[in-house]
């Protein structure tokens, strides 16, 4: 019964998202929805990995630059956007299969260390063999519209809830939560840790070079270097952390708080923002640990049902 | 033999390169190796220490004469971050400590940059004292006066912090701690107070660092690139072995000399990170790392 209303929950709001661009027709808005499906993709699979694996990851900007830069390849190439970004998702996690796998072989507690490293060494090697900025082709400029791109980066989003929502109800979640609420005790029942921990690192990787390629197709010019900018790695642990690490909902809510306070003050406040949002990371992180979602359960809000909040 | 005497050149200036990185890192080591925290904000306060000897600079204050203050007013910024951040952190299993001090440390470099960005604007900007050029020859190989410098401050460093860790009460509760904080605090060692000036300490030791980066070239957002050769020295040395951080640092001077020599230098920064990459992948415990498992 539960599960009936939440499916009809979920149908009414993606139907409710499909209709959006033909009733709004600000491409403000448009452009607003779309970075929100970008950030919400790449906030849920970081969560995956950093909620609930726990293998804190800050390299998801090499994933997230890898699967534009592979994205944007082929399809200036001529090859159908919905192929070129599903290659950019499997490009992306063979990225993480060569240089990311080595990182969890690491001693506990050194991932996040390794998994910089990668991210600052791949920023480094693309500025320095692919200096110039990208730019659409004219005839790439002449069919651009926006609710192409609202589309691609909706269904993206909603790939990846499912993906997300439908691997951590799955035997594989329990592995995971297991490895994350204790490695050793995991290990003693029998669960392959390693394997488990590859396993969620390739699906965060593969959903994260999806979101980068949103950004290829959105973006008209930008310099490849952009992609792999390392806030790309921060801004899906922030996101995921003001929401509520290892929760469903958590990314989703993180997202939209970020982005409305990102509109909010951006403008008005300048680079400060920033200053805000890496101090409110910091209080967060201390003082708030679950999150939004954590302030929700308090409060007994119906967003915190027990299969949407996840374990 | 002119390529030799060129090759010698680099490794000079390696090996000067290596001394600043040994000394970004023994910071960060000692912070790592006392109580596991991960302090992923060093860089940034190393270039906040950088732009206050710039400031001293322009008042007319020597560089290396204007280490004392920074150091003292990095100590008490230390002091300061350890108690509001750092300090609710302790009671955490090492895994957790590193994860959740390196989500801070990420936090706090986001707002010490744009700070930096917001006050002194991202251009390079780079202390000029009357010797910055002066160089002197032994055996055909120029020597920077600067690096020389560098590295005996270096050298007398290294000593005195291990004199303060061998020889004095805090050096003993120290090791007591790093090696078992509650035991440590039952036997009577105020661990909380250890940590603090530990932790002191170490954000005071980048004011060393800082004014020998000021030398060369620096922006408000060039702290993450410092960090890294920092942590990569730190990950050489085996993670916390206080002792090893100097000849790991050489060791990346030199590895990124050779690199800038075969390879140019657009890779620069690159190599030490893919050195540590390797060198985790190949030996999980650091080259000089203890063989002992906790």
């Known amino acids: ?241 003001i929401g509520g690490l290892g929760t469903i909902i ?42 939004l979602m954590s302030l929700f359960k308090q409060i007994k809000l119906p967003l915190s049902t027990r299969s949407l909040r996840g374990p | 033999m002119r390529k030799v005497g060129f090759m010698g050149q680099t490794l000079v200036y390696g090996i000067l390169n290596g001394t600043v990185y040994a000394m970004i890192a023994l910071g960060i080591a000692l912070v790592f190796g006392i109580m596991k925290y991960l302090n992923l904000a060093y860089g940034s306060l190393i270039i906040i220490g950088a732009y206050g000897s710039l400031f001293l600079f322009r008042m007319g204050v020597d560089p290396f004469a204007s280490i004392p203050v920074i150091l003292v007013t990095l100590f008490l910024g230390g002091a300061i971050l350890y108690k509001l951040f750092f300090s609710r952190l302790i009671e955490l299993p090492e895994g957790e400590k590193i994860k959740n001090s390196l989500l801070i440390g990420f936090g706090l470099m986001n707002v010490f940059d744009n700070l930096a960005f917001i006050i002194w604007t991202g251009n390079e900007r780079s202390l000029t004292p009357t010797y ?19 590295g005996l401050i270096a050298f007398f460093l290294i000593t005195i912090l291990h004199l303060l860790l061998s020889k004095t009460y805090f050096g003993t509760s120290v090791m007591a701690v790093s090696q078992d904080h509650e035991a440590a605090g039952l036997m009577g060692v105020n661990v909380n107070r250890t940590y603090l000036i530990s932790f002191a300490i170490s954000v005071g030791l980048a004011s060393i660092p800082s004014v020998l980066i000021g030398l060369q070239s620096f922006s408000a957002t060039s702290g993450m690139q410092w960090f890294n050769k920092g942590i990569v020295v730190v990950m050489l040395s085996g993670m916390g072995n206080i002792y090893a951080v100097f000849p790991a640092g050489l060791f990346l001077g030199i590895i990124e000399a050779l690199s800038v020599f075969f390879f140019g230098a657009t890779y620069r920064e690159v190599t030490g990170l893919v050195v540590i990459m390797l060198v985790l992948i190949l030996f999980p415990r650091g080259l000089m790392g203890k063989r002992i498992e906790s």
């Open chain 1, 1 to 241: 019964m539960k599960d009936l209303r939440q499916l009809s929950i979920a149908v009414c709001v993606i139907g409710l998202l499909v209709f959006i661009p033909f009733v709004i027709r600000s491409e403000y808005l448009i452009n607003l929805l779309i970075m929100f499906f970008l950030y919400s993709t790449i906030a849920q699979s970081w969560n995956l990995l950093g909620g609930f694996t726990g293998q804190v990851s800050l390299g998801h900007s090499a994933f997230f630059g890898m699967g534009d830069l592979m994205t944007r390849l082929l399809w200036t190439w001529k090859l159908p956007i919905l192929l070129a970004s599903f290659a950019g998702g499997v490009s992306s996690m063979l990225l993480a299969a060569i240089v990311g796998m080595p990182c969890l072989r690491m001693k506990r507690g050194y991932f996040p260390i390794g998994t910089l490293a990668l991210a600052v060494i791949a920023q480094i090697t693309i500025g320095n063999i692919l200096p110039l900025p990208t730019y659409l082709p004219r005839e790439y400029m002449e069919g651009y519209t926006h609710s192409s791109r609202y589309y691609l980066a909706l269904s993206i989003a909603i790939v990846t809830l499912w993906v997300v929502w439908r691997t951590v109800n799955s035997r594989t979640g329990l592995a995971f939560l297991a490895i994350r609420n204790d490695e050793a005790a995991a290990e003693a029942m029998g669960i392959k840790t390693f394997k488990f921990k590859v396993k969620a690192l390739l699906i965060s990787a593969f959903l994260t070079g999806l979101g980068g390629s949103i950004f290829a197709y959105h973006q008209v010019s930008y310099y490849h270097e952009a992609s792999f900018n390392l806030s790309w790695s921060f801004l899906p642990t922030l996101a995921t952390f």
């Open chain 2, 132 to 150: 910055s050029g002066v160089t002197f020859e032994i055996l055909d190989l120029r020597i920077p006066l600067i690096g020389l410098i560098g």
């Open chain 1, 250 to 291: 958590g990314p989703i809510l993180g997202s939209v708080c970020f982005l409305t306070l990102n509109e909010l003050f951006a403008i008005t406040l300048g680079q400060i923002h920033l200053v805000i949002f890496g101090f409110s990371f910091v209080l967060i992180v201390l003082f708030l640990p679950g999150g």
